[in-house]
Nanobody
Framework: QVQLVESGGGLVQPGGSLSLSCADS????????MGWFRQAPGKEREFVAT????????DYADAAKGRFTISRDNAKNTVYLQMNKLKPEDTADYSC??????????????????WGQGTQVTVSS
């Protein structure tokens, strides 16, 4: 059974930074691509970033490029999302997800099998 637990959310001023973590309790973390998604109130869930099982391939939504960095530590069963230069429009509930369908990463939420509970990120002055 895979259990994903996010941490690191909070309140930050515009222009600030936050680092999110997602710990995977499963035994096969290094075999699966991971992704970060977010959902703002009244909006649909949207893709933020994904990383391949090996960590060698990453992909970002246009809104995240140049500001966010996804990484993983397979020895710690953890995926990270470093968010810099945060904007009010980044305010959302951020969830990590694990894909058992592809090791290469995916922008599609339907390719992810397991989801965390989410962590709230609020960007406001």
């Amino acid at each position: 059974q895979v259990q994903l637990v996010e941490s690191g959310g909070g309140l930050v001023q515009p222009g600030g930074s936050l680092s999110l973590s997602c710990a995977d309790s499963g035994r096969t973390f290094s075999s699966h691509a991971m992704g970060w998604f977010r959902q703002a109130p009244g909006k649909e869930r949207e893709f933020v970033a994904t990383i391949s099982a090996s960590g060698t391939m990453t992909d970002y939504a246009d809104a995240a490029k140049g500001r966010f960095t996804i990484s993983r530590d397979n020895a710690k069963n953890t995926v990270y999302l470093q968010m810099n230069k945060l904007k009010p429009e980044d305010t959302a509930d951020y969830s990590c997800a694990a894909s058992w369908r592809t090791p290469f990463g995916s922008r599609l939420s339907s390719n992810y099998n397991y989801w965390g509970q989410g962590t709230q990120v609020t960007v406001s002055s």
